[in-house]
C-alpha cells in the first residue's frame, strides 16, 4: 500500500474507533449498544506489550481494533498492560528494551489506563499513540491530545507526580507473575491461556471462550475460519520442523 493511503487508512479508522467507542455503554453495567451480556459472561483478554514494539504495535493498529469493528468487544473484557520485556534495576529505575523513549510512553499509556478507566476514552488514545509508532513518528505523540479532544493535564499529572511509575511498577510485577512466563511481546492472553505465535487470531480465541447468551454474529466467521487458519498455521510448522529433522527444506 501507498504511504499516503495507509496513512489515510489509519485517520479512517481511528475516526470509526472512536464513533464505535462512544457509543459503548460502560463498562460498569454489563451492557453494550451490542447487547453482550453481564461482566461475569465476558471473556478476558490481556495485551502484554511494550509501547515501541514494533510487533505491539503491528497488533493494537492493524488486528486489535477489529474488536470495536465486528461488535465482538461485548463480550470480551480487554486489558492492556504496557510493561512488556522491561527490567527493574537494584536501584529501582526502569530500564527498556528499546530505550528510555519506550519507558516514557509505556509509563504515558499506563496513565492513560489510570486517568481514563473506561476502555472508551483510553484505548483510543493509546491507538492513536500506537499508530504514531507504526508509522514512525512516535516522537509527535502529544498530538494525540489535540486529535482526539483530551486534557492532557490529568496524564501529564500522573506521569509527573510519580503516581506513573507505581503503574508501571505494578505492571511489572503482573508480568514477571504470568504462568507460564512470557516468552516475547506481544503475549495475548485469553481467559487465562497464552496463545503464543498465534496471537493475532485471538477473536477465533474470545468466541470459542464465550459461553453466554449474547454470541455476537461476527463469531460464526471467526469461529470456522479463523480456527481453520489456526489448525493450517501449527499443520505448516510442524511440517517445518519434521522436515528440518528428516533433512528436508520445505518452502
Known amino acids: 500500500m501507498e504511504p499516503h493511503r495507509r496513512l489515510l487508512s489509519l485517520k479512517n479508522r481511528l475516526l470509526i474507533l472512536l464513533i464505535i467507542s462512544s457509543l459503548i455503554v460502560n463498562p460498569s453495567s454489563g451492557r453494550s449498544i451490542h447487547g453482550g451480556g453481564s461482566e461475569k459472561e465476558k471473556v478476558t483478554l490481556e495485551i502484554y506489550y511494550e509501547s515501541l514494539c514494533p510487533y505491539c504495535s503491528n497488533l493494537i493498529v492493524n488486528y486489535l481494533y477489529k474488536l470495536f469493528d465486528t461488535g465482538i468487544i461485548a463480550i470480551t473484557q480487554l486489558k492492556l498492560i504496557p510493561y512488556g520485556n522491561a527490567k527493574i534495576r537494584a536501584n529501582g529505575t526502569i530500564t527498556c528494551q528499546h530505550g528510555q523513549y519506550e519507558c516514557l510512553l509505556n509509563t504515558v499509556e499506563?496513565?492513560?489506563?489510570?486517568?481514563?478507566?473506561?476502555?472508551?476514552?483510553?484505548?483510543?488514545?493509546?491507538?492513536?499513540?500506537?499508530?504514531?509508532?507504526?508509522?514512525?513518528?512516535?516522537?509527535?505523540?502529544?498530538?494525540?491530545?489535540?486529535?482526539?479532544?483530551?486534557?492532557?493535564?490529568?496524564?501529564?499529572?500522573?506521569?509527573?507526580?510519580?503516581?506513573g511509575k507505581e503503574l508501571e511498577l505494578g505492571y511489572a510485577a503482573e508480568t514477571n507473575n504470568l504462568k507460564p512466563p512470557h516468552r516475547?511481546?506481544?503475549?495475548?492472553?485469553?481467559?487465562?491461556?497464552?496463545?503464543?505465535?498465534?496471537?493475532?487470531?485471538?477473536?477465533?480465541?474470545?468466541?470459542?471462550?464465550?459461553?453466554?447468551?449474547?454470541?455476537?454474529?461476527?463469531?460464526?466467521?471467526?469461529?470456522?475460519?479463523?480456527?481453520?487458519?489456526?489448525?493450517?498455521?501449527?499443520?505448516?510448522?510442524?511440517?517445518?520442523?519434521?522436515?528440518?529433522?528428516?533433512?528436508?527444506?520445505?518452502?
Not at 140 to 146: K, R
Not at 222 to 240: C, D, E
Open 110 to 163: 499506563a496513565c492513560a489506563i489510570d486517568v481514563w478507566p473506561d476502555l472508551s476514552e483510553h484505548f483510543p488514545f493509546i491507538y492513536c499513540i500506537e499508530s504514531l509508532v507504526y508509522q514512525g513518528n512516535y516522537t509527535q505523540w502529544e498530538t494525540c491530545f489535540e486529535k482526539l479532544g483530551l486534557d492532557p493535564y490529568p496524564v501529564a499529572n500522573c506521569y509527573n507526580s510519580g503516581r
Open 184 to 251: 516475547y511481546v506481544p503475549w495475548v492472553v485469553v481467559d487465562g491461556q497464552p496463545l503464543y505465535d498465534d496471537y493475532r487470531n485471538f477473536i477465533s480465541y474470545i468466541c470459542k471462550a464465550y459461553h453466554g447468551t449474547s454470541v455476537p454474529s461476527a463469531c460464526s466467521e471467526y469461529s470456522v475460519g479463523g480456527i481453520l487458519a489456526s489448525l493450517l498455521y501449527r499443520t505448516n510448522n510442524l511440517v517445518k520442523v519434521i522436515s528440518q529433522n528428516i533433512g528436508y527444506n520445505i518452502m
